[in-house]
């Protein structure tokens, strides 16, 4: 930047994630471990995955479902590092952290031993440091893109008097991310999931499947509050059935709307 120059203001979603990651990078820079990740949950947006390891790339996607549903089930409770307990695979432990809007779980663990009294007592310490750095934020993280090929990793659909109600999982960006919502079809509820995960700002305008060319098809159509639209579209075939091909297309268009 040049003298008498402006610095444009950065995204606190994004100064959010470089605090994530610079605390998850301190704690395994002191400590052996085989998991190192925080989750963290504000207004309006689904529980958002931070793996410092393993890393998530390296994850078979049923595994990678099954360590976030731990964790996110473990963020429902409060915990003080205190005490070890089975989170997948991994002897852990466990703080939770809050503020006003927003709420996090930091985890540390091994897979074959707990962490010792000292260990656990740097952990909880470095994690309440962090957790008041990104609480003091209070702005919802942002979505940084994934890459145009992203796709879920978990669509379950149950419908029930004629109620469907559906889950997602998906990556965006680095980060991992859940949402559930309940519609009259299956494909307008994985739609609203899908939107839930992302940005639950976003609006669905429609989610429908059809014939082009002689492939099924689905697209889906949202918009963001400024009324702008953006379209996704995926292919049903072998490689996917209707309902990941919505959950497909549905990331997509909300991914537009976000960059």
Known sequence: MGAGGTQEPRDAGLIAQELVYAGLEALQAGLSLDLCAYLHEAEAQGPQLFLGTP????????????LFSALRDAL?????????????DFLAVAITTRGPRSRGLHVAGRVESPLEDDERARVAKMAGAL???IHSLEREPGVRSAEPDAEPLRVAVETIEGRSRAEVAAPVGDEL???????????GAVAAAMIDAVDASLKLIEANDGEIGGERAVLVLMADQRERRALGAALIGERQDALNATATAALQAALRLRE
């Not at 429902?76 to 997948?88: K, M, N, P, R, Y």
């Open 55 to 66: 890393d998530l790339s390296a994850i078979a996607p049923a595994d990678a479902f099954t």
């Open 76 to 88: 429902q409770d409060d915990h003080a590092g205190d005490e070890t307990f089975l989170i997948s």
């Open 131 to 133: 957790g008041r750095a």
């Open 177 to 187: 991310r859940s949402g559930t919502a309940e519609s009259t079809t299956p494909m």
